[in-house]
């Protein structure tokens, strides 16, 4: 006896050629979606600080908006293909051409209309979440309505959830990894525009047939495909010209590495480094930060040989260590290695360092310092750590009283360890947020500040298992710090006096939280 097979028990048909390319359409499709997503979000970190709040913020607007857009495709009824290729053209325009956009506008708008530039920033990214969110379910429709017919729902919902996931997929890995640090931000937004118009390009042929007008389509994919072709021609220029305007001086070096856009400024007062958008140092007074970064807990533990600098990939730590002729050996543990060879291989950051990076002493390793930490089995007389402050979760958790145990079993018996430690004055409850994080997993602190001019006031903390001591000498040729000096960096002023602060750990980070919350008092 046989029995009819009801729609969800159906065999999945065999897909056509016809079918894969729309399905490919979606893979294409959220890999452009999630794209822009990544560049908004990176785009906000670089241009209004490395922070976690624009990416949350950023992801959360797109998220909201593609379900909006998915709401609204119930409302288009009719000329679904025609319908789908005007929202590939727009999704490809208006999203392959944001981040040259949002360059052009943070280089045109005055200092003072940063509240203009995130209006824009997010008014953009709410348009592409609505647009993208508008594509999946037009094509489900257009795969339901002209090829599928014999499919299950199930498995036509499924088909298309895995080429939508898949392209999410590998894009989140190669954004990273493999786009921006070749094409850059800006190319890689138009590069997946060109993606987009590409699908509207696909569905103009193969939908040739039913759709009206069509050379007026054919003349729009003409006119988007010709408008990102320009503006990948022009992207080198567009950078170069919003970072010229933000920036001020002579941009020297502007790269981008898998990690962070690096941008050199060579001006009158000096050579300047900024990662992100953030000024790690002026060349004008970066000594008086790194000296007593280093000699005050270097000179006090008497003859350091074994010394791990973590951070600093500049080098200009380690050519600091460097001046001690009994260091043997010193370890730089620096994510970035696209920094220690800049910084290596570049003649005249090389010369500000010293050649500190070319030494015969000193072990590189490219490596996330919690995660070596880790694995690490060496024990060190000194301890350097000067990462980027805690602007985010990723940098906050290297604050935390994880990453100090990790730390303090490294550190070799009556060594030190010193930590910078943001403004005291600036973000005074960070600051001993840090101090009472060292001290909860048993460190015995010693806070300490100095005046940097391009900084302001700065803090560090030296830490360790015996108390730290005045030392009894310097190095020579020092161009700020002496012995006489050294008394007045520990007096803290009742404006910087300690703060009650509750220790930062992993599970709460709440250092992050304190640093976003006093430093934006300062940027108002």
Not at 390 to 407: D, M
Request: hydrophobic share 50%; aromatic share 10%.
């Amino acid at each position: 006896m046989s029995c009819a097979s009801t729609p969800d028990t159906a065999a999945p048909a065999r897909v056509s050629p016809a079918e894969l390319a729309l399905l490919v359409s979606v893979f294409v499709v959220a890999a452009c979606g999630l794209v822009y997503e990544l560049a908004a979000g990176a785009l906000a970190s670089w241009l209004l600080g490395d922070s976690v709040l624009q990416f949350s913020t950023v992801i959360g607007t797109y998220l909201f908006a593609m379900g909006l857009g998915s709401w609204a495709s119930r409302l288009v009824r009719r000329q679904l293909v025609a319908q789908f290729l005007r929202i590939e053209l727009l999704v490809g325009l208006v999203g392959g051409l944001m981040p040259a956009g949002l360059f052009l506008a943070h280089g045109s708008l005055p200092a003072q209309a940063g509240g203009a530039f995130r209006v824009l920033l997010y008014a953009l990214v709410g348009l592409i979440g609505v647009l993208v969110g508008l594509e999946i379910p037009l094509v489900m429709r257009i795969l339901k309505s002209h090829f599928s017919k014999r499919w299950a729902l199930s498995e036509l919902v499924s088909q298309v959830l895995t080429f939508d996931y898949l392209g999410a997929l590998v894009v989140a890995v190669a954004f990273p990894l493999l786009f921006v640090p070749h094409l850059g931000l800006v190319r890689t937004g138009v590069f997946f525009g060109l993606l987009n118009a590409a699908v509207a390009v696909w569905a103009l042929f193969v939908f040739r047939a039913e759709l009206r007008r069509w050379r007026a389509h054919a003349l729009a994919c003409a006119a988007v495909v010709a408008a990102l072709g320009a503006a990948m021609a022009g992207a080198d220029h567009l950078t170069t010209w919003a970072e010229d305007r933000f920036y001020g001086d002579d941009v020297i070096v502007r790269e981008s590495s898998a990690y962070q856009r690096v941008v050199v400024t060579a001006g009158p007062a000096g050579v300047r480094l900024f990662l992100n958008g953030n000024l790690q140092f002026h060349a004008h007074d970066e000594y008086r930060y790194h000296e007593t970064l280093v000699h005050p807990a270097m000179a006090a533990q008497g003859a350091p040989r074994r010394v791990l600098v973590l951070g600093g990939g500049d080098g200009m730590a380690v050519r600091e260590v460097l001046k001690y002729a009994s260091v043997e050996q010193v370890t730089l543990v620096e994510l970035d290695p696209h920094m220690t060879q800049l910084f290596a291989r570049h003649a005249l950051l090389g010369a500000l360092n010293a050649g500190a990076l070319a030494s015969p002493k000193l072990r590189i390793v490219n490596a996330d310092a919690f995660s070596w930490l880790e694995g690490n089995r060496d024990r060190f007389d000194l301890i350097v750590i000067d990462f980027p402050d805690p602007t985010n979760f990723a940098l906050g958790k290297l604050y935390t009283t994880s990453f100090y145990q990790r730390a303090d079993q490294a550190l070799a018996a009556g060594g030190y360890m010193v930590v910078q430690t943001t403004s005291p004055l600036l973000a005074r409850k960070s600051f001993w947020t840090v101090v009472a994080t060292l001290e909860a997993v048993g460190l015995s602190t010693t806070p300490l500040h100095v005046h940097v001019p391009s900084f302001g006031e700065w803090g560090f903390v030296i830490a360790g298992h015996r108390p730290w001591r005045m030392p009894t000498a310097l190095p020579a040729g020092l161009r700020f710090l002496t012995l006489q000096g050294l008394p007045a960096l520990l007096q803290f002023p009742p404006d910087m006096a300690r703060v009650p602060a509750p220790p930062n750990r992993l599970s709460n980070q709440v250092l992050v939280t304190t640093f976003e919350e006093e430093w934006g008092k300062v940027a108002q």
